[in-house]
């Protein structure tokens, strides 16, 4: 299958600045990526350049195909910054039958789009009356004219509420089994945990991990984590058995190990049958395995 888009030894300088060092990706068709980085990591950077919207110093990037910002990529490619601006004074529907317009396409689309976003019913209202979250689903609703083969988001789901921000993705997914490649930036990384193929992290400009989420954790190596509560009145056996585990306040017992080790050590807790009540098992988050790779680039 040809990547929507590829990225090969892209390098980017402002002055002295490296803002890119050689990263190269590849997004195939009806794939989401999460991009991540601290700030200055280079997100924005690599995103804008994506757009076409400034040149790169060294390397190659297509987009379908195309040069980025190409008449042709442009037709291909969508776009939703974290602050979005419209015109206060038009209603969600004028505002989308506009830029239907300026792409060719019918006006008597925007209803449908607005619908698709959850704004249907507000379609006749003054924009300068929305919320941002509001005006951020009339945004994504833009994005979605065309058709693109390439959605480029950055903090899409500033502003929206947590129902918001569940439709939102479940948008996403709906575009991502069309074909619809989808590069996403964000910091809630709770959110993109769960519902992207795979995690790129961007540190000073450098790619240092790619992969899907399981990849990554097994990278990373991390201890797993071990929440178990003892049944009632079997708390000092469990502690007696377990002396490396921490005993809490609430009267659960909390134990870490290597990923090699927990099948063994969760084999060694179930051996205690009736005197556990109840066992969680926690694997590293994104947020763990994001803070890993950053910090073994020196952030």
Do not use: W
């Amino acid at each position: 299958m040809t990547p929507t888009l590829t990225i090969s030894r892209l390098t980017k300088r402002f002055g002295a600045v490296e803002a890119l060092k050689a990263v190269s990706l590849a997004l195939e068709p009806g794939k989401r990526a999460a991009l991540l980085g601290h700030n200055g990591a280079g997100k924005s950077t690599m995103m804008k350049i994506v757009l076409g919207l400034i040149p790169f110093d060294s390397g190659e990037v297509s987009v379908c195909g195309l040069r980025p910002g190409s008449p042709a990529a442009r037709v291909e490619v969508a776009y939703l910054p974290e602050n979005v601006a419209f015109h206060p004074a038009l209603t969600g529907e004028e505002q989308l039958r506009y830029y239907l317009a300026l792409r060719g396409e019918s006006p008597r689309q925007a209803m449908d789009l607005l619908a698709r976003v959850g704004l249907a019913h507000a379609a006749r209202r003054r924009i300068g009356t929305y919320s941002k979250g509001m005006r951020q689903r009339v945004g994504l609703a833009q994005t979605l004219i065309g058709k693109p083969r390439l959605l480029v988001l950055d903090e899409p789901t500033s502003g929206l509420d947590p129902v918001s921000r569940r439709d939102f993705y479940d948008l996403l997914d709906g575009l991502a089994a069309e074909g619809t490649a989808i590069l996403l930036s964000s910091h809630v990384l709770t959110e993109v945990e769960a519902r992207t193929d795979s995690i790129l992290i961007l540190s000073g400009g450098v790619l240092v991990a790619e992969g899907t989420l399981a990849d990554l954790r097994a990278r990373a190596a991390l201890p797993v984590a071990f929440s178990v509560r003892p049944a009632p009145g079997h708390a000092p056996v469990l502690a007696a058995a377990f002396p490396e585990a921490a005993l809490g306040e609430d009267g659960v017992l909390r134990l870490s190990c290597a990923q090699k080790d927990k099948l063994p050590l969760l084999a060694r807790i179930a051996s205690h049958g009736a005197a556990v009540a109840d066992i969680d098992v926690i694997p590293p988050s994104l947020e763990d395995i994001y803070s890993h790779f950053s910090r073994r680039d020196g952030q």
